[in-house]
């Protein structure tokens, strides 16, 4: 084992794709690394049940504020001298940035970019995300190590919007893992080919305006009674007072259930027929992973960037142009010529594969040791 020091930061142990990504990834880097952490600064969350605590840290650090964050991180690097930080999402990169500036120990710095640095900046509502953070970027990117995105879209749209000399390497994320390999293994796989007339669908991701939720309830709306389709969304969030509201209005009780946040999610991707997605943009979106893991065919948005990287363009589902209600009904009429097809969805179960945490850890291992010249 190498004696170095590997950090990683996560704001909490709530159930979502950083959280899960760098759980899994600290897991497995602490079979090659002595000391590996993890740094968070909100101790709510399941997902600490995850965390192999025999080898892996953790750390309540004060980050509830930026300015907290700052000062907390400036002090941890002081004093627990880590040889490598890996920050999720670009605020806080630039905190850690700034801290280690300001720090008399220098620790090389990871900034994971998982969403499309351009798209988010520009639709963020806070003066600081949408005007300060790209311009603070542009200064200050040559003091990171290592960018690591998530989807060749998002690592293209970060040389754009910085420079094409940015040090970045593209690594997607860890999604096929123990955890969901168990669960397919101990649970009852829903014969996909089906007789009948409904049609189920699942969506899950936070209820925020980037995951088009709104909009995929007119996308329901527009084809439900001539498919006869039902839909099972999983996920919470500030959108979901408005989404109850929209179906309603549509009078979709019958048809749509909202089941809120649930961490059993995994059972609702694996009894559906599809599993449908209008992201107006995303990094990359695990979920899509997971559900062709269970041979739920995929039907999403073609958005910027992840959707199409992990259809390989449309060869491993369904890719609609977002909010459009007539490519959207197209695909449901493709997909469902696939339904009774077991060999396209063993196909598409195999590409899944490919996203693995193993696949995923071992990258990031190789490049950690290059940081570190070992």
Same mark, same amino acid.
């Given at each position: 084992m190498e004696k170095k020091h590997i950090v990683f930061l996560i704001p909490s142990f709530e159930v979502g794709g950083i959280?899960?990504?760098?759980?899994?990834?600290?897991?497995?880097?602490?079979?090659?690394?002595?000391?590996?952490?993890?740094?968070?600064?909100?101790?709510?969350?399941?997902?600490?049940?995850?965390?192999?605590?025999?080898?892996?840290?953790?750390?309540?650090?004060?980050?509830?504020?930026?300015?907290?964050?700052?000062?907390?991180?400036?002090?941890?690097?002081?004093?627990?001298?880590?040889?490598?930080?890996?920050?999720?999402?670009?605020?806080?990169?630039?905190?850690?940035?700034?801290?280690?500036i300001f720090s008399t120990h220098k620790p090389k710095l990871v900034i994971g970019?998982?969403?499309?640095?351009?798209?988010?900046?520009?639709?963020?509502?806070?003066?600081?995300?949408?005007?300060?953070?790209?311009?603070?970027?542009?200064?200050?990117?040559?003091?990171?190590?290592?960018?690591?995105?998530?989807?060749?879209?998002?690592?293209?749209?970060?040389?754009?919007?910085?420079?094409?000399?940015?040090?970045?390497?593209?690594?997607?994320n860890p999604v096929i893992d123990k955890r969901i390999n168990e669960f397919k293994s101990s649970s009852i796989l829903i014969n996909k080919e089906s007789n009948t007339k409904q049609i189920n669908l699942v969506s899950v991701g936070r209820l925020e305006p980037q995951k088009g939720m709104?909009? #995929?309830?007119? =996308?329901?709306?527009?084809?439900?009674?001539?498919? !006869? *389709?039902?839909?099972? %969304?999983?996920?919470? +969030?500030? #959108?979901?007072? =408005?989404?109850?509201?929209?179906?309603?209005?549509? !009078? *979709?009780?019958?048809? %749509?259930?909202?089941? +809120?946040?649930?961490?059993?999610?995994?059972?609702?991707?694996?009894?559906?027929?599809?599993?449908?997605?209008?992201?107006?943009y995303e990094g990359f979106q695990n979920v899509i992973v997971e559900a062709m893991f269970f041979g739920t065919i995929p039907i999403v948005s073609d958005c910027p960037h992840g959707p199409s990287e992990i259809l390989n363009n449309g060869e491993f589902g369904y890719l609609f142009s977002i909010n459009s209600k007539e490519a959207f009904k197209q695909c449901l009429n493709k997909a469902l010529t696939k339904i009774n097809d077991k060999n396209f969805r063993d196909k598409i179960s195999c590409r899944a594969n490919y996203f693995s945490s193993e696949r995923s850890a071992t990258a990031y291992l190789e490049e950690f040791k290059r940081l570190l010249n070992i």
């Open positions: 959280e899960r990504s760098f759980i899994n990834l600290a897991n497995r880097v602490s079979e090659e690394f002595t000391h590996v952490g993890i740094w968070h600064w909100f101790n709510r969350g399941p997902l600490k049940s995850d965390i192999n605590l025999s080898s892996v840290e953790t750390k309540f650090i004060n980050g509830k504020r930026l300015v907290k964050l700052f000062s907390s991180l400036v002090r941890e690097f002081r004093t627990s001298k880590p040889d490598i930080v890996v920050t999720p999402m670009y605020m806080i990169g630039m905190v850690a940035i700034i801290s280690k970019c998982r969403n499309t640095f351009s798209l988010q900046t520009s639709s963020a509502k806070r003066f600081l995300d949408k005007y300060i953070l790209p311009i603070l970027y542009k200064i200050f990117y040559k003091r990171v190590d290592l960018f690591i995105a998530i989807s060749k879209g998002v690592a293209n749209d970060l040389k754009r919007s910085l420079s094409n000399k940015i040090n970045i390497k593209v690594i997607y709104l909009e #995929l309830i007119d =996308l329901f709306y527009f084809c439900y009674e001539e498919f !006869n *389709l039902h839909l099972t %969304i999983c996920g919470q +969030g500030s #959108l979901n007072i =408005l989404l109850q509201e929209k179906i309603n209005k549509y !009078n *979709l009780n019958s048809r %749509i259930k909202l089941v +809120g946040f649930s961490k059993n999610y995994l059972t609702y991707l694996n009894e559906a027929d599809f599993f449908v997605a209008n992201s107006q």
